[in-house]
């Protein structure tokens, strides 16, 4: 297991460095160089020769990929927002716990939802309720998150004006944020007010990116439970005469769930995909608005570091669930 | 009658009736994938006669329509409404779908292709070529994937073009591994290691023994991708990286503005949104029925 941990670790490092090459060219790609694209119309020669000279740009290229390594592993700001003038790194640190807030939300909401539903579903196999399951899980799938997200938000926030329709929490709530995850902040804060109201502008977008993983749930679910429901050993527990119930628990869900734990997380690239649209839509302040702000306003260094980043989170995230089955499957023995 | 024309008789007897015509007869029983060919079907024809369909042009404005700021809904005139320029969302809804088909098609075909070679050579190959070419493959796939259309757009500008590469590109590593796989499957088969050893060619092997088999997982993958595609450019359209001239009807782009506009026109919003989803649940449900009429082993469950 250890050993397996090591080569896995080991094979990040060409991964990583690979992501980072292709992002280093992609902005030496860039239409008329990244200078130019800077400036845009302002870009008098003098002032690219300043610009080039100011991020390195005159060295040759391996010299700028070397001092690229070094923001971005050595002093681990990843350069400076041209938008903002602060490190790239500060704003990854105040948007990204946004971001995982939503994401975590939403697999409570889709895993929360889902599991009932699929087992519910395969009990019932081939009943009314079996059917309305995949017909709605492959709705789920169908719908593209920012048109649910609209939907959601003229239903709930426009017309009932039930929940907030955009940002993190109301600008009148006045609050410390030690951690930047804000639900932990009112907690630490024991600000109870703060946490219903950051609570209540959770719940639409989560439930916009939890849609596609909720149907993905309901679906591996329904087939896992169909599949351990016919094995010996759950034929064995019933004809011994346990509780339905609880060979329902201990038997066919602890079995079935495998599976499940696999796809939840494959979601990982999704919610992080999704979370563009969706906080794009809420106008949530977490990473997926601030790439989308950066392309428009040509913020480089964001598009790079940000990228690159969430790429590292992606990457060490499927290394966790790899491992995972390892303990949750003690059938599973990495060599 | 000798021992091997009895075998041979035997195995003519037992060949079945062809993985195509059986997975026909099992694709035209299942409820699911009619529907969705209906759907597509819609889609398609909608692409292809939009100008005979169309009421109007799609870029035909009639500003006297709007009232109040906003706009009229659904009327005998205008079957869905006009927009916040008064043009006609139903004519434009016709138009939007030759963007969604022909950006659908041309960057599954991109991915598809590409990832077809890439992914064939490596498994056909081994060996450093292998890993070279997953390698590269595996940094490509450790981005998310609408940040790395997103990247891509952002490389080289906004438009129609561009994201139709963007999605492609983003496609190829998912073909490339599945080819991969479904060659090094096919490579240990015995028709192979025949072929070989008569003295046919690699390449004539590759392309005229082993692809022909390993390909029933692409076109299942095809059919979900476009579904995906469709998905993916209207969400880039919608973060305004699509199409730049906004009278371009393209679905995703349609539904960018709306926002502002919720509480006055929400069908504004809901007609794009659902034209979407009906042509991204078609491709969906006949690559759920492709899957389960290719795969022997899937028979029977649903």
């Not at chain 2, 008569?198 to 095809?222: D, E, K, W, Y």
């Not at chain 2, 794009?272 to 469950?301: H, Q, T």
């Amino acid at each position: 297991m250890l050993r397996y941990l090591v080569r896995r670790l080991f094979l990040l490092v060409p991964i990583l460095l690979g992501v980072s090459l292709l992002i280093f060219f992609w902005i030496r790609a860039l239409p008329g160089g990244p200078a130019e694209s800077l400036l845009g119309e302002r870009a008098t020669p003098a002032l690219v020769a300043a610009y080039r000279k100011r991020y390195g740009l005159d060295k040759p290229v391996y010299q700028q990929y070397v001092t690229y390594l070094k923001t971005t592993f050595v002093d681990r700001d990843l350069g400076v927002s041209v938008a903002s003038r602060r490190t790239v790194f500060s704003e990854i640190r105040q948007r990204f716990p946004a971001t995982v807030e939503l994401s975590v939300a939403a697999m409570i909401f889709a895993v929360g939802l889902g599991i009932p539903l699929g087992f519910v579903a395969a009990k019932r196999h081939g009943g009314v309720f079996d059917h309305l399951s995949l017909v709605g899980s492959l709705i789920g799938i169908s719908i593209p998150i920012f048109f649910l997200a609209i939907i959601l938000k003229y239903i709930f926030a426009v017309r009932l004006a039930w929940l907030p329709s955009v940002g993190r929490i109301s600008v009148l709530i006045d609050m410390k944020h030690p951690t930047n995850f804000y639900v932990l902040d009112a907690i630490i804060e024991r600000n109870w007010s703060a946490l219903w109201d950051v609570l209540k502008h959770l719940i639409l977008p989560a439930i916009a990116l939890g849609s596609i993983p909720l149907a993905i749930v309901t679906r591996i679910t329904r087939a896992a439970v169909l599949d351990v429901q016919n094995e010996d050993y759950v034929r064995t527990a019933r004809a011994k005469g346990l509780a339905p119930l609880t060979v329902d628990r201990r038997h066919v869900l602890r079995n079935a769930l495998l599976p499940v734990s696999t796809i939840i997380g494959l979601q990982t690239g999704l919610l992080l995909s999704g979370a563009v649209l969706t906080e794009t839509v809420f106008a949530y302040p977490g990473m997926g608005s601030w790439l989308r702000d950066a392309i428009f306003s040509r913020d480089y260094p964001v598009l790079q570091g940000g990228i690159l980043f969430l790429a590292f989170v992606f990457v060490v995230v499927n290394l966790i669930v790899d491992l995972s089955y390892a303990i949750i499957n003690p059938r599973i023995r990495y060599s | 009658m000798s021992v091997v024309e009895l075998e041979a008789r035997e195995i003519q007897l037992e060949a079945p009736s062809g993985l195509w015509s059986e997975a026909w007869r099992r694709l035209i029983r299942n409820p699911g994938a009619i529907v969705g060919a209906f759907f597509v079907l819609c889609f398609v024809a909608a692409a292809i006669f939009a100008p005979v369909l169309a009421p109007y042009g799609p870029k035909d404005q009639n500003l006297l329509l709007i009232v109040k700021g906003c706009c009229p809904g659904p009327s005998s005139k205008h079957w869905l409404g006009v927009d916040l320029l008064g043009r006609d969302v139903y004519s434009r809804i016709l138009y939007g779908a030759r963007y969604s088909l022909l950006i659908g098609v041309v960057s599954v075909s991109i991915g598809l292709s590409v990832g077809l070679v890439l992914g064939s050579v490596a498994g056909y190959l081994g060996g450093f070529v292998d890993s070279l070419i997953m390698r590269c493959m595996d940094v490509m796939l450790a981005i998310p994937g609408l940040l790395f259309a997103i990247g891509i757009v952002a490389m080289l500008g906004p438009g129609l073009r561009q994201v139709m590469v963007a999605v492609g590109v983003v496609n190829i590593p998912i073909f490339a591994r599945l080819l991969r796989g479904s060659v090094l499957a096919q490579r240990e088969n015995d028709f192979v290691l025949a072929a070989r050893s008569v003295g046919v060619r690699r390449p004539t092997i590759l392309f005229s023994h082993i692809l022909p088999n390993a390909m029933s997982p692409v076109i299942v993958q095809g059919t979900l991708a476009m579904a995906t595609a469709i998905i993916d450019v209207a969400g880039l359209g919608f973060l305004g990286l699509g199409p730049q001239d906004p009278a371009t009807p393209e679905w995703g782009t349609m539904l960018t503005d709306v926002n502002d506009y919720l509480q006055t026109a929400p069908f504004l919003a809901i007609v794009p949104g659902l034209a979407i989803v009906i042509s991204v649940l078609g491709f969906n449900l006949i690559g759920d029925g492709l899957r389960e009429a290719l795969d022997p082993k899937l028979r029977g469950r649903a």
